[in-house]
Structure formats: structure tokens, C-alpha cells
């Protein structure tokens, strides 16, 4: 079905919820027949995510910069390892590759990539699905933020209605499936 990317930590976090979510999600694209475009790590979420994708069937495609492959622990058992420049090319490989978006638990890279992901959107760059799983209540305060954006008169409120968010995976997969499907 659908190659859904998806920007989450090559940390664990101290909540073991992130780790179980990262798990349940890779499981989920794996029965529902998608695939998961990452960014390539065998550890951390990333790693948990790959894993238990692969495990359930997914095809997983990782895009990591040369720089990033020792660092970061390139996942060797992947179906695919793209190695690129920098973090400028990862991206767009990232993007080029994926017919939705999704953020998990994360740092700062999270973020970037997200949310450069979803500029794009704004921007007319591409129209595809975009969502926030928001584990364990850890991105309530940024939805909630994103909300008063709105409210203040600095996000479009059509532009905040373009980012969906679930608190499980089965629930966020439903809302970016129903988005694939639309024409």
C-alpha cells in the first residue's frame, strides 16, 4: 500500500511508553501492508521501529548520510539502506520516497525534519498526509501550543487542520489512511 516515513529518536527516552509505541507502530504498518521510510538507525526508536516493521512484513527503506552511518549505527538487516551527502539529500530522499508522514517521540532532529516536512506542505511542495503520534501525552504541549498559534493569528487555521494526531498507532493510521485515500 503506502510508504509512510516516519521522523522519531535514535534515543529511547526514559518513558517506556515511546518504546512500546515505536514497536506497536512498526507492527501496525506491517499488517496493514505499508511500508516505513526512516532514517536508518539500528537504535533507539529508530531501531525498535525498523524491527518490528520488518518483523511483521514491512518492506523498510533507511536514508542516511555517510557522516551518520557510524555514528548513528546504520541498521545492516534493512531492505534497503540509501546512503546520501548530508541531511539536506536524507530529507529529500526521505520525502521522495514516502507517500505520508509521521512523528514520533523525538529531539531536535525530530523536530527539524517534521517540521520542514510540514513547511513543505504549506508551501504547495506536496499534499500528502502528515501526523503526530502523540505517545504518552509527549506532545500534547506542542499540539497544544500549535493550537495557540492559531488562536494568535500566526498559523492558518487549514494549515493547522492539515496535521492529524493519535494517541495510538492504530488511531493515527486510520486518520493518515483515510487522507491516502482521498483524490
Known amino acids: 500500500m503506502a510508504q509512510i516515513c516516519v521522523y522519531l529518536g535514535s534515543r529511547e527516552g526514559e518513558n517506556p511508553a515511546f518504546l512500546a509505541a ?63 551527502a548530508d ?3 536524507r530529507k529529500a530522499q526521505m520525502a521522495e520516497h514516502a507517500d505520508a508522514f509521521v512523528m514520533l ?13 510540514w513547511t513543505w506542505r504549506y508551501l504547495g511542495l506536496h499534499a500528502k498526509p502528515i501526523g503526530v503520534l502523540d505517545s504518552a501525552g509527549f506532545y500534547r504541549p506542542l499540539l497544544e501550543f500549535l493550537d495557540t498559534t492559531v488562536a494568535e493569528g500566526f498559523l492558518n487555521a487549514d494549515t493547522r487542520r492539515s496535521l492529524v494526531s493519535g494517541t495510538t498507532p492504530e488511531a493515527l493510521l486510520d486518520l493518515i489512511e483515510a487522507r491516502l485515500s482521498r483524490p
Request: net charge negative; no cysteine.
Open 22 to 84: 515505536a514497536r506497536r507502530f512498526g507492527e501496525s504498518l506491517g499488517e496493514r501492508g505499508h511500508g516505513l521510510v526512516y532514517g536508518g538507525a539500528s537504535v533507539g526508536l529508530m531501531g525498535a521501529l525498523a524491527d518490528s516493521a520488518m518483523a511483521s512484513g514491512a518492506e523498510v527503506v533507511g536514508v542516511m548520510p555517510h557522516h551518520l552511518v557510524d555514528r548513528e549505527l546504520a541498521h545492516t538487516g534493512l531492505t534497503r539502506l540509501i546512503r546520501v
Open 105 to 117: 517521540p523525538g529531539g531536535i532532529g525530530t523536530l527539524e525534519e517534521f517540521f520542514e516536512t
Open 87 to 89: 541531511m539536506h539529500e
